[in-house]
């Protein structure tokens, strides 16, 4: 099969032919429909990722059919269209068995623990409990968007925020997370701020519905503006890009009682932030990670782009073939792309 792989962290990486994936028993292999390309994969390319083994096929946001089942596959059958999280649950774990799969003992990560999604096929293991069936009705370009960054969004807000109509939520960083971000806080009813850096992310975050955009650029203090805009502070603030500055300002943003969720993944010497201990205890606020999504929870997301009609193409940015791919993904962090980036033709 034709795959994007590295032998080398920060090296080439070469579209070339490796070996089709088999079957284990508890695994199922997908023929690749459409994947995104995350920061996240650059950050594991770039060797900050201690579960990658070189040499590596990169790509965790995926869409596939199933071709092969192994010998313990009993709720899927070949031709099945799916998407899985990019955390998946071992099923038998203290936090599997309490249905928190996201934060599994034992976990498996395409893209990551194993070979991933840029290439022609690949083998997802954990597959009883972590595969999840798409709706006919949702291709799978689309469906490619949830990846890593729509589900984590969609949990950080509404399962660890609690996010209610009418509430203000700050957003630092309009990539794929951020935007989602705002999208799904839209749809929940709340006032929404989008900050970057760059101006065309704030104007697709503009495209997608934000209240207000600030751009980080061109403001010195950027947690005072928040509040300028809201009257003393928001609800709810999230850093969706990983950067100290970021996470910091993100809960200089909160009115008192509010909540900092941090999605973007910090990395190397940034994990270690200060953070402010006595404005938490002066104000009770509250600080949430959010890591994905449990498979057995994604029928919720279907039920609200359903019921609020939310195309998920407008956070798509450019559709490429593998080869594009890799182009963007060593030059990401040079020239970061706008929205989501889907490969949609592996050749």
């Given at each position: 099969m034709k795959a994007a792989i590295y032998h080398e962290f920060g090296k080439k990486v070469n579209l070339t032919d490796v070996p089709d994936p088999i079957p284990v028993a508890n695994s199922v292999i997908l023929k690749v429909h459409s994947t995104g390309l995350c920061r996240s994969d650059w950050y594991g390319w770039q060797g900050f990722d201690k579960d990658i083994v070189l040499p590596h096929i990169p790509g965790h946001e995926l869409v596939g059919e199933i071709v092969e089942t192994g010998s313990q596959i009993k709720k899927w059958k070949i031709g099945d269209r799916v998407t899985v999280p990019f955390v998946g649950g071992c099923g038998e774990c203290p936090e599997c068995l309490t249905g928190n799969q996201q934060v599994c003992d034992f976990q498996f990560q395409p893209g990551f623990t194993s070979w991933g999604s840029f290439a022609e096929f690949t083998k997802i293991e954990y597959a009883n409990q972590n595969l999840v069936l798409l709706p006919d009705h949702l291709e799978s370009i689309e469906a490619a968007c949830l990846g890593c960054r729509f589900i984590t969004a969609f949990r950080g807000l509404v399962h660890q925020a609690e996010i209610k109509p009418g509430q203000q939520v700050a957003v630092y960083g309009c990539g794929g997370v951020g935007l989602s971000a705002i999208m799904i806080a839209k749809a929940y009813g709340a006032e929404t701020i989008a900050i970057d850096l760059s101006q065309q992310s704030l104007e697709l975050a503009r495209a997608i519905g934000a209240d207000h955009r600030i751009n980080a650029s061109e403001v010195d203090d950027v947690p005072q503006a928040v509040k300028d805009l809201t009257h003393g502070g928001v609800h709810i603030s999230i850093d969706a890009i990983g950067k100290p500055e970021a996470s910091i300002n993100s809960i200089y943003s909160l009115k008192?009682?509010?909540?900092?969720?941090?999605?973007?993944?910090?990395?190397?010497t940034h994990t270690q932030v200060p953070i402010p201990m006595d404005l938490i205890v002066a104000h009770e606020l509250e600080i949430k990670g959010s890591h994905g999504m449990q498979a057995h929870r994604y029928d919720e997301i279907f039920s609200l782009l359903d019921k609020k009609d939310i195309?998920?193409?407008?956070?798509?940015?450019?559709?490429?073939?593998?080869?594009?791919?890799?182009?963007k993904l060593m030059t990401m962090d040079s020239n970061p792309p706008s929205g989501i980036t889907i490969i949609h033709q592996f050749y």
């Amino acid at each position: 099969m034709k795959a994007a792989i590295y032998h080398e962290f920060g090296k080439k990486v070469n579209l070339t032919d490796v070996p089709d994936p088999i079957p284990v028993a508890n695994s199922v292999i997908l023929k690749v429909h459409s994947t995104g390309l995350c920061r996240s994969d650059w950050y594991g390319w770039q060797g900050f990722d201690k579960d990658i083994v070189l040499p590596h096929i990169p790509g965790h946001e995926l869409v596939g059919e199933i071709v092969e089942t192994g010998s313990q596959i009993k709720k899927w059958k070949i031709g099945d269209r799916v998407t899985v999280p990019f955390v998946g649950g071992c099923g038998e774990c203290p936090e599997c068995l309490t249905g928190n799969q996201q934060v599994c003992d034992f976990q498996f990560q395409p893209g990551f623990t194993s070979w991933g999604s840029f290439a022609e096929f690949t083998k997802i293991e954990y597959a009883n409990q972590n595969l999840v069936l798409l709706p006919d009705h949702l291709e799978s370009i689309e469906a490619a968007c949830l990846g890593c960054r729509f589900i984590t969004a969609f949990r950080g807000l509404v399962h660890q925020a609690e996010i209610k109509p009418g509430q203000q939520v700050a957003v630092y960083g309009c990539g794929g997370v951020g935007l989602s971000a705002i999208m799904i806080a839209k749809a929940y009813g709340a006032e929404t701020i989008a900050i970057d850096l760059s101006q065309q992310s704030l104007e697709l975050a503009r495209a997608i519905g934000a209240d207000h955009r600030i751009n980080a650029s061109e403001v010195d203090d950027v947690p005072q503006a928040v509040k300028d805009l809201t009257h003393g502070g928001v609800h709810i603030s999230i850093d969706a890009i990983g950067k100290p500055e970021a996470s910091i300002n993100s809960i200089y943003s909160l009115k008192k009682k509010g909540k900092h969720i941090q999605i973007g993944l910090l990395q190397g010497t940034h994990t270690q932030v200060p953070i402010p201990m006595d404005l938490i205890v002066a104000h009770e606020l509250e600080i949430k990670g959010s890591h994905g999504m449990q498979a057995h929870r994604y029928d919720e997301i279907f039920s609200l782009l359903d019921k609020k009609d939310i195309h998920l193409k407008s956070l798509i940015g450019d559709v490429v073939n593998l080869q594009g791919g890799i182009d963007k993904l060593m030059t990401m962090d040079s020239n970061p792309p706008s929205g989501i980036t889907i490969i949609h033709q592996f050749y």
